[in-house]
């Protein structure tokens, strides 16, 4: 396997967010009632395309500690009634939140959707209490309009690292 490059981007400010506001068809909803299932789901729906590994191996407890824990907050967006991508948001300490897992299903990217549903993230996250930062790490396996797309939002990259 070759070196992953992991990049990780920040904003420090809600005024630096460049809003895609072209819904696509897009409806996006707080998943207010945490079912680990439901977030395990997500998790396997987008991520399998890209090569998302780290909690695969995660117990049903794992899953209930990580999905009920209440500085995480989950978004699902759909497209005519079907789950079509996601987002989870953890605020952590000093006032800093991060996109923890973003991304769309397989057969909904490069419809649009991306700009519009990473724009949806970063107003969530900017809109919890006392958010002073909003970051977010993508790498080199994700897809390769991933990174364009933070940095046309507004984030800026303050660190990037090589994984052998």
Known sequence: M???????????SADQ?????????????????????????LYQFVGAAWEWTDKLAWTDKQWQDYSQDSKLHLYVAYF????????????????????????????????GMGGYLLSQAIEQAWSLDNTQRVWVHTCSLDH??????YQARGFTLFKTEIEA
Do not use: C, W
Not at 144 to 149: D, E, G, I, M
């Open 17 to 41: 967010l460049k809003a895609k506001t072209d819904a696509k068809g897009l409806t996006v909803t707080k998943a207010e009632v945490a079912q680990y299932e439901f977030n395990r789901f």
């Open 144 to 149: 390769p309009s991933a990174l364009k797309n």
């Open 80 to 111: 005519e009634g079907s789950p079509a991508g996601y987002f989870e948001l953890q605020q952590q300490d000093n006032g800093t939140v991060e996109i923890m897992y973003f991304g769309l299903g397989v057969r909904f990217i490069g419809k």
């Open 2 to 12: 070759s070196d992953v490059t992991i990049f990780h981007l920040e904003m420090n």
